[in-house]
């Protein structure tokens, strides 16, 4: 199967062409492990690309007046979630990990992850090599849900690239998820890495770009199916 490919103006129209193509696109996936396991069902597409020209406009779907269906985030909550599980390290009770302790993993030669790739781009902004790196191979053992299941990341890595425009030095992001709730998590996860994004902009003095994700596993869950038919007017 084909992998599916979008251009985008804001995060906000790259999750409403994404819904609306799914069921165009997408296979029915029974869920043998993670999420859900024999539960539910996904529809899901066998690879995506995502290219979004302007990330840091738009970022919260629009709903239409008085459809009473709810928006899957909010300004606020994508400002928490990059406060606290894209840049607060410390952990729950229960939590194994989250982004923000691998984002801010302290690395063998000192400083963290984020901060080294942060004096990377300051030195060296032409580098191939600031990956900020989510996913260990540990996670396949270690990572627990509160549900007592495995859970590893579903987002894998941050890959930052800067490209020469005129003469503009534009950073840039890319992300790969291997599972990726397109309804309810795309918006608020794209959010949170562009408000990352913006931080590493204004760090290294570089002009904030493009952003671009990836995944094999993009997806809505069953129970989801309804209100995304809703919302895109696609009948059965």
Same mark, same amino acid.
């Given at each position: 199967m084909l992998p +599916? +490919?979008?251009? &985008?103006?804001? $995060?906000?129209?790259a999750w409403f062409q994404l819904i609306y193509n799914l069921f165009d696109h997408a296979y029915?996936?029974?869920i043998q492990k993670g999420s859900f396991e024999d539960e539910q *069902?996904? #529809?899901q597409y066998p690879g995506i690309g995502v290219y979004i020209e302007h990330p840091y406009y738009d970022m919260i779907p629009i709903m239409p007046p008085n459809s009473g269906i709810p928006a899957p985030t909010t300004k606020e909550y994508i400002e928490d979630y990059f406060a606290n599980y894209l840049m607060n390290p410390e952990l729950a009770e229960n939590e194994?990990?989250?982004y923000a302790s691998r984002i801010h993993n302290k690395m063998p030669k000192g400083g963290t992850q984020l901060e080294r790739i942060i004096a990377m781009l300051r030195e060296t902004p032409l580098t191939n090599q600031? =990956? $900020?790196e989510i996913a260990t191979p540990d996670d396949l053992?270690?990572? *627990?849900?509160?549900?007592?299941?495995?859970?590893?990341?579903c987002l894998r890595l941050l890959d930052f690239k800067v490209i020469p425009v005129d003469s503009n030095l534009v #950073?840039? =992001?890319? &992300?790969y998820f291997r599972s990726w709730d397109l309804w309810a998590g795309l918006p608020t996860n794209l959010g949170g890495i562009e408000l990352l994004k913006q931080f590493i902009a204004e760090e290294t003095s570089l002009n904030n770009g493009p952003l671009y994700a990836y995944s094999a596993g993009a997806h809505i869950y069953g129970y989801q199916e309804e209100i995304v038919r809703l919302r895109t007017l696609r009948a059965k």
């Open positions: +599916f +490919f979008i251009m &985008a103006k804001t $995060i906000s129209d029915n996936q029974k *069902y996904r #529809l194994t990990y989250k600031a =990956v $900020i053992d270690v990572c *627990y849900g509160n549900d007592g299941k495995l859970d590893p990341p #950073l840039t =992001v890319s &992300a």
